[in-house]
């Protein structure tokens, strides 16, 4: 599943932002989809994935971030609301067909992914 993600850009520390994935040329339909960041000098991190079993979010980002699907447009979205500058990160869209116990929070569990959006967030 090709991903692309967009909707990266600067933002004042206390601000909203939302992420988009699209699936080009195909549909997220059968597959769990995750949000993941990677800062400088970090390994990479599950930040928000929605599988049959519904949402899910790393502890740093309960309570801010949200992931949803417009089926009809085949995008996923991450709202982020409530930036702090440790959320200063490259963004990937990631995918994989459900089943077979994959941990959609789990980088190593995800098949496909975008190249990635920018989200800097300054204090």
């Known amino acids: 599943v090709p991903l692309v993600e967009s909707g990266g850009k600067l933002v004042q520390s206390g601000e909203s932002l939302q992420l988009s994935c699209r699936a080009s040329?195909?549909?997220?339909?059968?597959?769990?989809v995750g949000w993941f960041r990677q800062a400088p000098g970090k390994e990479r991190e599950g930040v928000s994935c929605?599988?049959?079993?519904?949402?899910r979010h790393a502890n740093s980002v309960k309570g801010r971030f949200t992931i949803s699907l417009d089926d009809t447009q085949n995008t996923a979205f991450l709202t982020m609301m409530n930036l702090k500058p440790w959320d200063t990160a490259v963004y990937y869209c990631?995918?994989?067909?459900?089943?077979?116990?994959?941990?959609?929070?789990?980088?190593?569990?995800?098949?496909?992914w975008g190249k990635g959006t920018p989200v800097t967030v300054s204090s």
């Open positions: 040329g195909e549909s997220f339909d059968g597959h769990a």
């Open positions: 990631a995918a994989v067909v459900e089943g077979d116990s994959r941990d959609c929070l789990r980088p190593a569990d995800m098949d496909f």
């Open positions: 929605l599988d049959t079993s519904g949402q």
